[in-house]
């Protein structure tokens, strides 16, 4: 089975890290909405600082990775309770 790869951004060290797999984005976008709206954590103390990206495409069978350019999926802010109710509809 195939899964995309994604990872998030943070905007003060500029790297990408904190890099996981999920079957669709809008699953890989709920992460990220937990992650931003569990207290006492980074993401959820300086939400406008990280990004969520989609960054690559991961074969199980083959264990091969497809890169591709990050995509822009949603910014730590945006999903933070009070700001937003629901994770976005984005195409796959």
Same mark, same amino acid.
């Not at 091969?64 to 796959?92: D, F, H």
């Given at each position: %089975?195939?899964?995309?790869? $994604? +990872?998030?951004?943070?905007?003060?060290? /500029?790297? $990408?890290?904190?890099? #996981? =797999?999920? =079957? +669709?984005?809008?699953?890989?976008?709920?992460? #990220? %909405?937990?992650?931003?709206?569990? &207290? @006492?954590?980074?993401?959820?103390? $300086? &939400? !406008?600082? #990280? !990004? /969520?990206?989609?960054? +690559? !495409?991961?074969?199980?069978?083959?264990? !091969?990775? =497809? @890169?591709?350019? &990050?995509? /822009? /999926?949603?910014?730590?802010?945006?999903?933070?309770?009070?700001?937003?109710?629901?994770?976005? @509809?984005?195409?796959?």
């Amino acid at each position: %089975m195939k899964v995309k790869v $994604y +990872a998030v951004y943070d905007n003060k060290s /500029l790297v $990408y890290k904190q890099t #996981f =797999t999920a =079957t +669709a984005r809008g699953e890989a976008l709920r992460s #990220f %909405m937990t992650a931003v709206n569990t &207290p @006492n954590t980074s993401l959820h103390d $300086y &939400p !406008e600082d #990280f !990004e /969520l990206y989609e960054i +690559a !495409e991961y074969d199980d069978l083959t264990a !091969e990775y =497809t @890169n591709q350019a &990050p995509l /822009l /999926l949603g910014r730590g802010s945006e999903y933070k309770k009070g700001k937003t109710n629901e994770v976005q @509809n984005i195409e796959q």
